[in-house]
């Protein structure tokens, strides 16, 4: 009995893992093309969030997931995280607009470098020798992509850079700032569904004053585009958005966290392959040998890190 217990379980992490990379990758194709017909990332971020936080009151009212029960000051304690949430998924689509969404993930290859820097200068986390020599090639091979790149210009790799520095911080701040009473009686998912409300109430009105109306059916028209095919994709990219990232959530409380780790690097690299595919991004050879370097230091990032998890245990 417990092998067909075992059999399936295997099958619906396989099934979760899957619907996680495909999510991802609709995404990236529909907020790729929003963005480049519409250059609006601050509108598209808060309608991202807006989507998101429809999801979770749906999810909530009916019953899919138990509603969260907490105190309303720990909402003070929760804020800094929504604060990094908000402007690193902003910098994220800035670089998307500005880059093709290859380099952009190339760039976020980066994230272990910034998060052992961050680890190390806030957390007093001790940084080893085997880690540093998994970081090299993650910071070689984003060099050799970077200088390679056909589309490259400073403010979409500025930007991505933005968005691995807060995006680390926040995990940063989670360790740092929240204790034990500041996560009480919510899980993985309710936390994220409550910071993803208030990312939207931080970026709604700043999406207002800086785009105003540029992402309404007058401002794209003016544009010479159709706004219902525009406004679905967008409205697409938001489900697909907020859909890969509560999948992600549920895997990561089935797995443990270095599998979650290495299962996200295979998702970096299905998604550039697939958008290579979709926007035919001219790539060098060069561009290509860089891009594999900074995901083979990832994987091996991984696995030091798995060693010195097990070595602690």
Request: glycine fraction near 6%.
């Amino acid at each position: 009995e417990e092998e067909p217990a075992r059999k399936t379980s295997t099958l619906v992490l396989g099934a979760m893992f899957a619907l996680w990379y495909v999510l991802n990758i609709f995404f990236n194709i529909f907020n790729k093309e929003v963005l480049r017909a519409t250059a609006t990332p601050f509108t598209n971020t808060a309608l991202q969030f807006a989507i998101g936080a429809l999801f979770c009151g749906a999810m909530w009212t009916c019953r899919l997931h138990k509603a969260p029960k907490f105190d309303p000051k720990q909402l003070w304690m929760i804020m800094p995280l929504a604060v990094v949430h908000t402007l690193g998924n902003l910098l994220t689509n800035v670089s998307l607009g500005k880059v093709a969404v290859s380099f952009t993930h190339t760039i976020k290859a980066m994230e272990p470098f910034f998060s052992v820097a961050l680890s190390s200068i806030f957390l007093g986390t001790p940084v080893t020798a085997p880690v540093l020599l998994a970081l090299l090639p993650i910071v070689v091979g984003v060099a050799l992509a970077s200088i390679s790149e056909v589309s490259f210009n400073w403010i979409g790799f500025g930007a991505a850079m933005g968005s691995n520095l807060t995006f680390q911080s926040r995990n940063v701040l989670s360790k740092k700032l929240m204790a034990k009473d500041a996560k009480k009686g919510l899980d993985n998912i309710n936390l994220f569904s409550i910071i993803t409300i208030l990312s939207l109430a931080l970026m709604a009105p700043v999406a207002y004053v800086v785009e105003g109306t540029r992402f309404t059916p007058a401002g794209v028209a003016a544009l010479g585009l159709d706004w219902s095919t525009i406004f679905t994709k967008a409205c697409l990219a938001g489900l697909f958005f907020h859909g890969y990232q509560q999948v992600s959530y549920m895997i990561l409380e089935r797995v443990a966290p270095v599998t979650h780790s290495v299962g996200n690097c295979v998702k970096r690299v299905a998604v550039i392959v697939s958008s290579v595919i979709v926007f035919q991004n001219p790539v060098s050879p060069l561009n290509a040998v860089g891009t594999c370097i900074a995901l083979l230091g990832v994987f091996a990032y991984s696995r030091v890190k798995a060693a010195e998890a097990a070595k602690e245990a």
